[in-house]
């Protein structure tokens, strides 16, 4: 489906549903080497992994084996997406490729007279006698791991900070009849009943498979069934506080990790 350029923007900072467009971060091959370069794009889309509209307006951050952050040698921004470049330093062990947050639109929704209206524009006021139902701002974060020999932990430690998704199973190390567990945080806290689409990535840029929705437990803890092999996206929305001084008292968070799930 072809999609106005504007259209497209607006769409991405909307953060609809994955049906709309979604961000993603995603490799060119999960196969790297400690001194290869490694190439990843970062795009929103409606089909994963076909690029439609760059993830701009961020600082992009490679999290090392050993636990130190460094900035990707090089971020080319395309109208599709954004193209990053990076070698890695020659450690063995897992990376943390990172987005970084993007802010994007403020929105408000209310309601009057029992009708529902909303806006972007923050110069726009309220009606008289308007009922201020939602007011937040999109914040939207991409992630992937990669491995450059055997798998490694310390590039895994949750941030403490935002939305994640915190792996239990190794990323770079799922297989086809196995689980991916993991857990769901929110400034480090658990966020239990928490929804999470895994969308399968075909990338032929003509069918989306409808995402398997799992939920998390109590402590925050969820497990995706691992029935396929293949490249796969999972999709975590919430609508949690921001912090102060921020553009709107809550953030609309979206955050991606991608990973590929290997025949045993």
Do not use: C
């Not at 994640?164 to 658990?190: A, C, I, M, R, W």
């Amino acid at each position: 489906m072809f999609v106005r350029p504007f259209a497209a923007l607006l769409l991405a900072a909307l953060a609809l549903p994955a049906a709309a467009h979604t961000p993603y971060l995603a490799p060119a091959t999960f196969e790297v080497r400690p001194d290869s370069v490694v190439t990843l794009d970062a795009s929103f889309a409606e089909t994963f992994f076909v690029p439609e509209v760059v993830f701009d307006n961020s600082t992009f951050a490679v999290t090392l084996p050993d636990g130190s952050t460094t900035a990707p040698d090089t971020v080319h921004l395309l109208k599709t997406r954004a193209v990053v470049e990076h070698t890695p330093p020659g450690q063995k062990g897992t990376y943390r490729f990172s987005t970084g947050n993007r802010l994007g639109a403020v929105f408000r929704t209310w309601e009057l007279n029992g009708k529902t209206d909303s806006s972007r524009d923050p110069a726009k006021l309220l009606p008289a006698g308007a009922k201020l139902t939602s007011h937040y701002q999109s914040l939207s974060r991409s992630e992937v791991y990669l491995t450059a020999g055997g798998p490694t932990t310390t590039a895994l430690k949750p941030y403490g900070k935002g939305l994640e998704l915190v792996p239990v199973t190794h990323p770079n190390d799922l297989y086809q009849g196995e689980q991916f567990d993991f857990s769901v945080q929110y400034d480090g806290k658990p966020l239990s009943d928490q929804k999470v689409e895994i969308h399968r990535a075909l990338g032929d840029g003509h069918t989306q498979p409808a995402p398997v929705v799992v939920t998390t437990d109590a402590a925050g803890k969820a497990r995706f069934a691992l029935t396929e092999a293949g490249r796969y996206l999972a999709l975590i929305r919430y609508r949690g506080p921001a912090p102060a001084g921020a553009a709107a008292p809550m953030y609309g968070n979206n955050y991606t990790l991608s990973f590929r799930v290997l025949e045993p």
